[in-house]
């Protein structure tokens, strides 16, 4: 099925670091959804973005909705081991309620 | 009240019994959704209330699956003879009617179903 373009794929970084990671689309969209999924767990919904240029934080974690309806990024500031994981995106059009998903962004910290 | 409260959080339960997950919309908000994600898959539609209409259960994946909305507010999704592969987080939203413009969808934080 469709997907948002998720980039980067994949992230080795050094703890402390910060990491930024985006989605983008060709369709417009309603609502942004950000989610982890730790190793062999279930995804966590992190931050959900209603409108275009909400900025919104929780914690070290910022996400904004873009100005064009068509992108959005996730920021981690001081990245922490913990921060390991799988991060999702996801959108939703308010014309219909199936919801489309990025394929991921795996963030490795490097020893 | 103020956002989509979903009960419980976290549920472990033995394979065979049956569950409900419990979601509380957002006061005057006329459709209801449930989704849900399981390992390393994305988020998938299962049911949809709106108003008094009949609901959209073609996302649910087996008849084991049902939901109700009662009083066209808090819904409970039920799950008979639960299965392995049911485990998964299951995530509720609601919004004004589909469609209305300026509409927005409006999720809880899911409650995440682990059958051992």
């Known amino acids: 099925g469709q997907q948002l373009n998720q980039s980067p794929q994949s992230m080795f970084i050094q703890e402390g670091e910060d990491v930024s990671m985006n989605c983008t689309s060709s369709?417009?969209?309603?609502?942004w959804l950000w989610y982890k999924q730790d190793p062999g767990e279930g995804p966590v919904l992190l931050i959900a973005l209603y409108k275009a240029g909400e900025l919104t934080s929780n914690g070290r974690l910022t996400a904004q909705f873009g100005i064009t309806r068509k992108d959005s990024f996730l920021n981690i500031s001081a990245s922490i081991p913990s921060d390991v994981g799988i991060y999702f995106c996801?959108?939703?059009?308010?014309?219909?309620?199936?919801?489309?998903w990025g394929a991921g962004t795996k963030l490795i910290i490097k020893p | 009240g103020a956002g989509v409260s979903q009960s419980p959080s976290n549920k472990v339960t033995e394979k065979g019994k049956d569950v409900e997950l419990r979601c509380d919309p957002i006061?005057?908000?006329?459709?209801l959704y449930w989704y849900r994600q399981s390992l390393g898959q994305g988020l998938e539609f299962l049911i949809y209330?709106?108003?008094?209409?009949?609901?959209?259960k073609s996302g649910l994946p087996s008849d084991r699956f049902s939901a109700e909305r009662t009083g066209g507010s808090v819904s409970t999704l039920t799950i008979q003879r639960t299965q392995q592969e049911d485990s998964a987080v299951y995530l509720c939203a609601s919004s004004l009617p589909t469609g209305t413009r300026g509409n927005t969808i409006y999720f809880g934080e899911g409650s995440w179903l682990t059958v051992v």
């Open positions: 369709s417009i969209f309603n609502t």
């Open positions: 209330f709106q108003g008094n209409s009949a609901p959209d």
């Open positions: 996801a959108g939703l059009r308010s014309s219909n309620y199936q919801l489309i």
């Open positions: 006061s005057g908000h006329t459709a």
